[in-house]
């Protein structure tokens, strides 16, 4: 084999290398991109159940709120209605200590 022979085989060898390595890079480069396009639907989905579960628990806040509106309107109504009783209680207290007078 002569000396030229010997460059053009070595000479193709490195450009088949080069050949080979830049196919592997687009390879690398093409898994890369799948990997972060999944992530990325992944992050979307995700995105979406955060705003689901936001806007339940914003629903939720809402009724808390209404809840608790209505238990202070009620114990506002129960100690009016227990201060009702009393009055009923001392007023019969009364009654029962003018029967007794008489």
Known sequence: MSIKDA??????AIE???IQARADQM????????????VANQVKILD?????????VT?????VEVLSRRFTT???TMTTMQQTQFEM???L?????????N
Do not use: Y
């Open 16 to 18: 088949n290398k080069l």
């Open 7 to 12: 460059a053009l085989q070595f000479g193709t």
């Open 74 to 76: 009620m114990e506002g």
């Open 93 to 101: 207290v009364a009654i029962q200590s003018k029967l007794e007078l």
């Open 27 to 38: 390879e690398l480069g093409q898994q890369l991109t799948e990997r972060i396009n999944s």
């Open 48 to 56: 979406g159940k955060v705003t689901a579960l936001d806007s339940r």
């Open 89 to 91: 209680r001392d007023i």
């Open 59 to 63: 629903a939720l806040d809402t009724k």
